[in-house]
C-alpha cells in the first residue's frame, strides 16, 4: 500500500461523504469510490461503515485518519523545510492542448525579463494532475471542469467560461445552420445533428462527460467516427469533410475555415488555475501566472499576434 492518497481518505472522514469528497478533491465519485473500495480489500478491513449515503469511521478507519493526518503534515514540513522562499523550478500541470500552447509563449515573453527563471510543464488528464497537486509534485494546475465552482478545498480560480458549439466544414449540408462568427455563433435544436458522424476527444475527458449529457438530453445516439486526442487534428479531419465535432468554443482554431453553431441550450466547460490553498508563490510566479491568465482572456485579440 502507498502512501500518495492518504489526503483521499482524510477527505472522506471529514465530509461524511464520497460525492461531497469527490468535490472538493476535484475527481470523480467513481474514481474516488474505486480507490476507497481498493483500498479496504487491500487492508483486509472496512474503514468506513455506509449507512444512508454517510461515511462513518470504523475504529480501524479512525486510525487511519489520524495516521494519514500525521504524515500529511510531516510532508508539508519537510516541503517547507526544503524550499522555505519558494525557490527552484516552478512546477505545472496543464489539461488543455490550446491552455499548453498560451503558457508556452507566456514564458517564452516572461524569460526574456527574467532569465533565471526555470519552470516545468507536465501535461495530462484532469484527474492525474490533481492528484500530482496533492502530493505536491507540481505547485499548480490548469484543468476544465463541468463546475464553475468546483467547491474544493484548493485556491481554485476561473479562467474562462467555454461553452460548447458543433464545429462543422464550410462544405458540410448543415453549414448553412452555422456561422464563422466564434463569438456569437448561431443557437440550433442539437437534434439535426443526429444522423452525423463525431469525431471527439476521447471518452475519459471532461469534454466527453459534458458531450454526452448533451447527447443524453437530446436523444442522440451518436455514430462516433474518432476519438482525437489533439484538438487541432479533430479540427483537421473536420476541415476535411470526414465528420462533425463538438468543442469547447474558445478551443476552436481560427485559421481553418471552420464553422460553428450553438445548441439551444448552453452546455459549459471551465478552465481553472488551482493551487493549493498553503502554497507560497514567489514573486516571479505570481507575475507569470498573472500574464498567463491575461493571455487566456485576450488570446485571440491581441496577445496571440504580439
Not at 491575461?294 to 499576434?305: C, G, L, N, R, V
Request: charged share 25%; aromatic share 8%; net charge neutral.
Amino acid at each position: 500500500m502507498g502512501y500518495k492518497n492518504l489526503n483521499y481518505i482524510v477527505e472522506i472522514a471529514r465530509q461524511r461523504n464520497i460525492s461531497k469528497a469527490a468535490e472538493k478533491l476535484f475527481i470523480s465519485q467513481s474514481a474516488l469510490s474505486v480507490y476507497l473500495k481498493k483500498l479496504e480489500r487491500e487492508l483486509g478491513v472496512e474503514l468506513f461503515i455506509r449507512k444512508n449515503n454517510t461515511l462513518t469511521p470504523t475504529v480501524e478507519g479512525e486510525m487511519f485518519v489520524n495516521t494519514a493526518k500525521e504524515i500529511l503534515k510531516l510532508e508539508k514540513d519537510l516541503f517547507d523545510k526544503i524550499k522555505p522562499d519558494g525557490r527552484g523550478v516552478f512546477t505545472i500541470g496543464i489539461c488543455s492542448e490550446l491552455a499548453v500552447t498560451m503558457f508556452t509563449r507566456v514564458l517564452s515573453d516572461f524569460k526574456k525579463s527574467h532569465p533565471a527563471f526555470k519552470a516545468s510543464v507536465t501535461d495530462g488528464r484532469t484527474e492525474p494532475l490533481i492528484t500530482k497537486l496533492n502530493e505536491g509534485l507540481v505547485k499548480c494546475i490548469i484543468v476544465p471542469s463541468t463546475q464553475e465552482h468546483p467547491g474544493i478545498s484548493h485556491h481554485c480560480e476561473l479562467l474562462k467560461d467555454e461553452e460548447l458549439v458543433f464545429v462543422l466544414s464550410k462544405n458540410h449540408p448543415l453549414a448553412a445552420l452555422a456561422s464563422d462568427d466564434y463569438d456569437h455563433p448561431p443557437r440550433v435544436d442539437a437534434s439535426v445533428f443526429k444522423d452525423a458522424g463525431f469525431i471527439l476527444a476521447p471518452s475519459d475527458t471532461i469534454e466527453a462527460e459534458i458531450i454526452q449529457r448533451l447527447f443524453n438530453d437530446h436523444n442522440i445516439i451518436p455514430e462516433i467516427l474518432f476519438e482525437i486526442n489533439r484538438t487541432r487534428d479533430i479540427s483537421q479531419m473536420v476541415r476535411e469533410g470526414m465528420g462533425i465535432s463538438i468543442q469547447p468554443e474558445y478551443c476552436v482554431p481560427r485559421d481553418m475555415e471552420l464553422v460553428v453553431c450553438r445548441p439551444e441550450r448552453a452546455y459549459h466547460r471551465y478552465m481553472h488555475l488551482i493551487y493549493r490553498a498553503n502554497t507560497r508563490l514567489s514573486k516571479e510566479e505570481t507575475m507569470l501566472l498573472k500574464s498567463v491568465k491575461q493571455a487566456y482572456q485576450t488570446w485571440y485579440t491581441d496577445f496571440k499576434h504580439k
